[in-house]
């Protein structure tokens, strides 16, 4: 058994050096047996339970095709309003119910904390798919997982990160992580937008080095991987504002130019016009790559969690 | 083939005593199996249609997980708002098509009658799931399975059922099955939400010791089980008066002192308030290791109509 | 291998002869295993993702059962109003999407067009499960394969076509795979819901004898089959013209008398009306065994496109 056998995944920040290895060389060893054809059964005969008490598509078929490429088997809540929280009961009793039936519950939750909570009532292990403003670890996992595949490397390289980097969940877990493997940080926002200060003094202070710009165009020549993000409409006043920005945060051909040859471009989907369709083309694009890679990341944590590995 | 292959499963009154040890058995068997990390196959290659023309996650959810716990495939009709319903379908005729894919049913529905419908309609048995204010058989026979497993023993014993025993259809079959078992009663209710009288009238002619009362005390002091349920605030027309009556329907600790040593707490769940939340601590208190027992009720009663026990 | 691996099914007016036989073949063969009491694992380890931008439950539940009775996973996105498509998403990058996950996509979808769309944007096989006015190519094969099942044979039969036939899409592919078999066609339809003219002029250009008529009567008189499809109230202005046609249009016991022996009734379902129920007990009523035969020319297609025939 793994030091992960029956521990929660809630955040990335409490896994060891030891237990992010141990997840990245899973996934890709599942990987890499799924490409030569092989079958998995490590999770025959075991229940995944996904709660999602907001949507999210993606992540909830990237759990459920990782669980059964495992050969295990899935129950979904995916609407709420239908589900006996309606009728007023905790998110802890529905959790006890739900643990009752499952071996491994995944929850996505509006309210930060809430994976927390659930971990907290049962016995089984808990996965957190995203709690609000919280965290949402294996989205941050895969882009790891991401960059280390596409890059060859992981430990020395330059990133920038850009796009909304105030609201973006998925790039405040994905920079602690990079800043734990030494990586050089640009973080790319409009005003307004900018990644909060209590991110950026903690990564200072773990040694990170950090360049802070709106000047797109400046950090991606200078990085290996630029992460984008989406700039969400509703976080502005004034529409005209929204637009003006937003064109500004777009990677096209024309920026390509200018970046450093070989760039890994990432994006945590679904994208809006912040990376032009002309550069799906480009041999460097990778987001739908990283996409898929959230399958191979997700079977690493069911079978490590579950003690099947 | 026992004697349940092929037959529809639609109330707990028609099932013969033989039928009642079978389920129960083969329950026992199915959860003793799993608890000893078996794998079973019994419902490999077959496909569940559950069919929810009203939502509840609860037993659609123990549904779908029995049948997987089997090796068997899942279909759902979760919403009955999207399907051929809407576009004027006749239950009949659904039922019907989904007997074209399926194996066995499962059929949820508001109007009493419904699940018989189903049955009448189609060649694969049929699990009634729930038809209004007719009859929830799984839950009675789970909740059987919970008070043999719970205390023991299961004839004579003193069961308390408490709170709305008017509308609630689960105590209703759970009632004629512990008359059976020549299990002593007492019923507990608010005025108003009495067990109505044609049910006692029917207990009483099968030889049932039964006592009304509005005291929860006095009944629990003489009761190894007591079966709460849910006070529903639409059933009032003064808001104050579901206020007050709901707060005297309540297990707490204090409660817990003058009760039977040892009693069985349980509860249909969701609970909103009926069980404090200091009684989860309780090694009585059932109600979350009874919802799981769902799932060996349900494993045994698919394979039982399947024939493959 | 064979020809149609990892080839998308589209329309079925590109399908040859040979293309067409192998799905009818398969399909006979994985039903009579099934029906021999055998397990089939061709899909074992393979997902199938299920996009339905409009809800289908039949076909919904159909795909989903083929998947399963091969062994295979499912991942179904089943409310687009809850997706990634809510946030602004482009259906071909939805599309890469889940191609990430799933080894076969079926998709359905309001848009004509929209499926070659995906096929366009994805490297796994795409199956039409209906796209708008455009195709609905597994329901004409089902179609076919049922007539063939049920008459014994298909080339130089009579069918007669009846009902919505401008806006029923289902009898526009159905006509034209009927065509290539050399059979004789009667389209019965009210006025304004007649065959549209480019249809009829394109089967006659093939050499297919059509007649058309408002007299279901007289067509049902020579016919070997008859096709009826459900007339939508939508299409008329005046609720009485449509009543009076609705009544016109229906198959009863009456009318039956007035059929050619052992005439085969078939419908796509829903029913509304259009079949008396008296007629249900005819053994040539086939629609229930119609909706049946979806399933395993499903899994032929499902298995043919895998390469795991």
Redesign the interface.
């Known amino acids: 058994m793994s030091v992960l056998h029956r521990k929660d995944i809630l955040r990335t920040d409490l896994l060891s050096d030891e237990e992010l290895e141990l997840i990245l060389s899973t996934a890709a060893r599942f990987e890499g047996e799924l490409q030569a054809g092989g079958?998995?059964h490590n999770m025959?005969?075991q229940?995944l339970?996904t709660l999602f008490f907001e949507?999210s598509?993606?992540t909830r078929?990237?759990f459920?095709?990782a669980m059964?490429?495992l050969?295990g088997?899935?129950?979904t809540?995916?609407?709420s309003k239908?589900?006996?929280a309606?009728?007023?009961?905790s998110l802890a009793?529905?959790a006890?119910?739900?643990?009752?039936?499952?071996d491994v519950i995944v929850i996505r939750h509006p309210r930060q904390g809430s994976a927390q909570e659930v971990a907290d009532a049962v016995d089984v292990p808990v996965i957190n798919a995203g709690d609000g403003a919280g965290q949402h670890p294996t989205q941050a996992l895969l882009d790891v997982y991401t960059i280390q595949k596409e890059t060859g490397a992981r430990e020395g390289l330059t990133v920038t990160l850009a796009g909304d980097l105030k609201y973006g969940r998925t790039v405040h877990s994905l920079s602690h992580l990079l800043a734990r493997f030494g990586c050089r940080l640009f973080f790319v926002a409009p005003a307004g937008l900018e990644m909060p200060a209590r991110i950026t003094a903690d990564l200072r202070k773990v040694g990170a080095e950090i360049g802070e710009t709106t000047d797109l165009v400046a950090a991606v020549g200078e990085s290996d991987v630029v992460y984008m993000t989406r700039i969400q409409r509703e976080r502005f006043e004034d529409p005209a504002e929204y637009e003006r920005l937003r064109g500004s945060y777009v990677i096209d051909s024309a920026l390509l130019q200018q970046a450093k040859p070989g760039i890994t471009i990432m994006h945590p989907?679904?994208?809006?016009g912040e990376i032009a369709l002309e550069v799906d083309a480009y041999e460097g694009a990778a987001y739908?790559?990283q996409?898929?890679n959230?399958?191979p990341i997700r079977m690493a944590l069911l079978a490590l969690v579950a003690g099947r590995e």
Do not use: M, N, W
Not at 86 to 89: D, L, P, R, Y
Not at 269 to 272: A, D, E, S
């Open positions: 079958r998995l025959a005969g229940i339970a949507p598509t993606r078929l990237s459920e095709t059964q490429r050969g088997g899935v129950i809540v995916a609407d239908t589900s006996s309606a009728k007023g009961e009793d529905s006890r119910t739900v643990a009752g039936y499952a989907l679904p994208r809006v739908f790559r996409v898929a959230g399958v």
